[in-house]
């Protein structure tokens, strides 16, 4: 991952998140709703990939760029700057306000897909009921895996939280070109540290 945008727009006071939860949260006032605010917890916000988990994705696919990156550099955009070719994408789990719109998850999926077209590979990993991917699962569906629920790690100190409640989707958009499943299940836990890549800086 790496980010959820969670800065402050300067004039207004208010967040660019909106909320994970649905349509009811996120009409409320960004301040308001729990995504924003943090764990219910311990307020802490638990955005970012846990070292593990990327690292094995990291060793199949070989990343190369992270449109979603955190901290985000000081005018980067995910969404609108062209992407490497091979990229990890961890978006926000809810709703932002991008050029004064509202852009949730349709958004980074349309983006991902975008730079398929043009060649390039994305790995995209986004919270789905369960049911969703069994049902995938049962239709045949391909380069769709489950990473269970996945424990992510917090922006403030890299330590592990409990996970979500969902079970995260890892979408394997291709070039155009299938790949093999793995021979094993990625792990659905991983460590309690880490981010991931910084923009324009290649995986080591």
């Known amino acids: 991952m790496s980010y959820q945008d969670?800065?402050?727009n300067a004039a207004g006071g208010q967040s660019l998140l909106t909320d994970v939860l649905g349509v009811g949260s996120a009409r409320m006032h960004?301040?308001?709703?729990?995504?924003?605010?943090?764990?219910?917890?311990?307020?802490?916000?638990?955005?970012?990939?846990?070292?593990?988990?990327?690292?094995q994705l990291d060793?199949?696919?070989?990343?190369?760029?992270?449109?979603?990156?955190?901290?985000?550099?000081?005018?980067?955009?995910?969404?609108t700057c062209e992407w490497g070719d091979r990229n990890y994408v961890n978006p926000p789990f809810g709703s932002i306000i991008h050029h004064g719109r509202k852009k949730g998850p349709t958004a980074w999926m349309r983006k991902a897909i975008e730079e398929?077209?043009?060649?390039?590979?994305?790995?995209?990993?986004y919270p789905?009921?369960?049911?969703?991917?069994?049902?995938?699962?049962?239709?045949?569906?391909?380069?769709?895996r489950n990473l269970g629920d996945v424990k992510w790690c917090?922006?403030?100190?890299?330590?592990?939280?409990?996970?979500?409640?969902?079970?995260?989707a890892c979408f394997v958009l291709t070039p155009n070109v299938q790949i093999e499943a793995p021979s094993r299940p990625l792990a659905k836990v991983a460590s309690n540290a880490g981010l991931g890549l910084v923009p324009g800086k290649e995986a080591k």
């Open 6 to 8: 969670a800065q402050t």
């Open 30 to 55: 960004p301040h308001a709703n729990k995504f924003h605010a943090g764990n219910g917890e311990d307020g802490k916000h638990y955005w970012l990939t846990p070292p593990d988990l990327y690292a």
């Open 59 to 79: 060793a199949e696919f070989h990343f190369t760029f992270d449109p979603c990156p955190y901290p985000k550099p000081a005018d980067f955009d995910g969404l």
């Open 116 to 125: 398929q077209r043009k060649g390039k590979l994305s790995v995209v990993v």
């Open 128 to 144: 789905v009921d369960k049911w969703v991917l069994m049902m995938l699962a049962a239709c045949g569906a391909q380069n769709v």
């Open 154 to 168: 917090a922006t403030e100190d890299g330590s592990q939280g409990k996970g979500t409640g969902r079970h995260i």
